[in-house]
């Protein structure tokens, strides 16, 4: 929901300053796409996970100020990286933050800071009363942070941090140091590196994507089906296996990406199947989806669900056990399913509902 502001003492609505807008993901472009049309009728866009939308020039982004958010293993990573160094290049006063975790809402911490942000800025653009204890106390928990980072030798980490107070605080106190501190890190080594390790992390997830899309493209191809369908899998299998064995973090998380994106596909592919009433090829997808996600219990329900929905009772009834096997618990949802009425005499429907009554 939208995060209003309140400043200069004035109330929640009209008149007063415009409104900040906070939003995950597809809504983050709505949000975007929402501040970009209306100018001057919002102040900020906090966006979770995802970033402009397309064919919007970024400079036009000028009119407000941006908050993005993205887990170190979510999918959109490089689009929100994407995102910053245009705002950047165009001038757009902008913050990436980064929290270790997937595609989702960032930790409530994390969104504390989005909004004490905001108001930071709010005070710049002169919609909000100068609160200098507040600066203040933000000033030293951040030059604190940085410093911390240099002396734990997290020179990549420090270095964004001081590039994140030159943006913070400039105009508000001489950020002289801020500006030589980051200058000084990004000449060394280490942060070289790094920032050459996020670009090829880019890289190496648009092409395996653009690799294993366009098997799932050729599956609609019979002829060469039983071929592609097998590559596809393996590649799938070793992907698992990289996101859960690899020894390089770099390419655990381009694996977890990787896979992340695959399902959201997959199951935006079947939920338009589902919408056209095509029934029949969901399971297919579903089955893809059960081989991104091998141990993810809802998988497999709904793998069952897809089953039943055609008729299939024996595939249905197997990977509604697998479900069960891997974790899944919500009876109530199990029965009051209709999509299961077909398998509601079936013996070892009962003895899968009966596993979830014991105790």
Request: net charge positive; charged share 25%.
């Amino acid at each position: 929901p939208p995060v209003r502001r309140r400043g200069c003492g004035r109330g929640w609505g009209h008149p007063g300053p415009p409104p900040a807008i906070s939003v995950a993901s597809g809504g983050a472009r709505v949000a975007s796409a929402v501040a970009l049309g209306y100018r001057g009728a919002v102040a900020g866009v906090i966006a979770a996970s995802a970033g402009l939308p397309p064919n919007f020039d970024p400079a036009l982004a000028k009119q407000f100020v941006y908050f993005g958010t993205a887990g170190t293993e979510d999918f959109n990573f490089p689009e929100m990286q994407r995102t910053k160094r245009k705002l950047d290049e165009v001038g757009v006063t902008n913050r990436l933050a980064i929290f270790p975790g997937p595609h989702d809402w960032p930790p409530a911490d994390l969104c504390s800071e989005a909004i004490a942000w905001m108001e930071v800025h709010a005070m710049k653009a002169g919609t909000r009363a100068k609160d200098e204890e507040m600066i203040e106390a933000r000033l030293n928990l951040q030059r604190k942070t940085a410093h911390d980072f240099e002396a734990s030798q997290k020179s990549y980490e420090a270095y964004l941090q001081y590039e994140d107070m030159v943006t913070e605080f400039k105009g508000l106190r001489d950020t002289t140091q801020f500006v030589n501190a980051a200058a000084r890190l990004v000449a060394t080594k280490e942060v070289k590196a790094a920032i050459k390790s996020e670009k090829t992390e880019e890289d190496d997830q648009a092409r395996l994507l653009e690799k294993l899309r366009t098997l799932i493209a050729r599956l609609q191809d019979a002829a060469i089906y039983p071929e592609t369908i097998a590559e596809l899998k393996d590649d799938l299998i070793n992907l698992t296996k990289q996101a859960e064995t690899s020894k390089s973090v770099a390419d655990q998380r381009v694996a977890q990406r990787v896979l992340q994106s695959l399902l959201v596909q997959v199951y935006e592919e079947a939920f338009a199947m589902k919408q056209r009433k095509d029934y029949a090829s969901i399971p297919a997808k579903v089955e893809l989806a059960a081989v991104i996600r091998p141990k993810d219990p809802n998988v497999f329900y709904s793998l069952a669900v897809a089953y039943a929905r055609i008729g299939n009772k024996s595939r249905a009834l197997a990977a509604l056990t697998m479900a069960i096997e891997r974790g899944f618990t919500d009876l109530a949802r199990i029965e009051q399913n209709e999509d299961f009425a077909i398998l509601r005499n079936e013996a070892d429907y009962k003895k899968a509902v009966a596993s979830l009554k014991k105790p």
